[in-house]
């Protein structure tokens, strides 16, 4: 979207393929609703959690989130993911034996991540989600499947589709894509029975926003998504934030809504001197490693701040980088409304018999 706003003559160009893409999008969603394509039920109970955008919404605490809670409620959870940007093919399950065994690429860093943050909890990926859910029931026995970046795969039906808006993004990212970020129009939203809107302790929403949900006459939900006061390093150990009170960091992220992690930082009154960005989903390569260790002579930082995401992704790099670098975890919670809304439609809970979309 950057690259459009300082050439804005590639407006032309993409125009006529976000048409392509709209008609796409909307004759395969007809198909759905019109009975051609089935979405296929498993016997167990759904929840798909994705976003309308294609990144910077938190989706991947989020599942973090759900799975820990039912997890603690005494439930079989389980997480299923497509695994973007992977190297294997098929089934894979990312037990600890595997986990070991491959890097990162072979699964995804987001499935990697919610697979390392989440004990006892089976993460399977795979890009047939019937089959994957298939696997997990006959392994594992689940009672709930958490779809991970599921808003859009609607071959395999859900009992919940919850979708995540990113409060802070600006008006100009919600063009289809790749014209802007968003994967459906937004009137798609109206098949989500919860949207939520994410990072409201950091800013907005927009006007924009809100005048969209108004429109379609969408309810919505608040959640935040709060920054730890300890920071890890890559091997799992923790350190608290106030050992790092006057030294300054370089910081380093790929991921979705770099100005969130920025403004993060900024509450923790964590002194970065620069922010070195890349595309959502980067593999970093011996010239990126070369390029963060040439500032790091010039700039000379204390320590490298990186996201969970992108930890994983440095087991290549320099011990010089590895030795000064860690990453901030970030948490999300749910409004206590919302919350209680959805336990009460998996039947899984008592809920209050009004509520409140919409609250702050």
Known sequence: MYSLIKRPYLKIFLFPLALCYW?????????YNIGVFASHPLPCKIISIGNITTGGTGKTPA???????????GLRVAVLSRGYGRVSKGTIDLTRKNINKHTWKYFGEEPLLIAKKLINVPVVVDNNRYRGGLYLLNKY???????????????LYRDIDITLINANQPS???????YGLLREPWKFLKRSDFVILTKRNIKGPSNYIRKKLKSLKIDYYNSKSEPSKNILDINGVYTSIKNMKNKKALAISA?????????????????????????????????????IYNKITKLKPDYII?????LIKFNDADKSIINMLYALPIQFSLSKVCLEIILKKLELGNAPSKHHPNES
Request: glycine fraction near 2%.
């Open 23 to 31: 008609a796409l999008i909307f004759f395969r969603n007809l198909c």
């Open 63 to 73: 599942v973090i989130y759900f799975a820990k809670l039912f997890k603690e409620s």
């Open 141 to 155: 026995e689940s009672e709930i499947i958490l779809l991970d970046d599921g808003f859009q795969h609607r071959s």
């Open 172 to 178: 100009y990212n919600y063009k289809l894509l790749p």
């Open 255 to 291: 991921i979705g809504d770099p100005l969130s992690f920025e403004i993060m930082l900024k509450t923790l009154n964590i002194d970065f001197i620069d922010h070195i960005t890349y595309k959502d989903h980067y593999e970093y390569k011996e010239r990126d490693f070369n390029f």
């Open 306 to 310: 990186t996201t969970e995401k992108d």
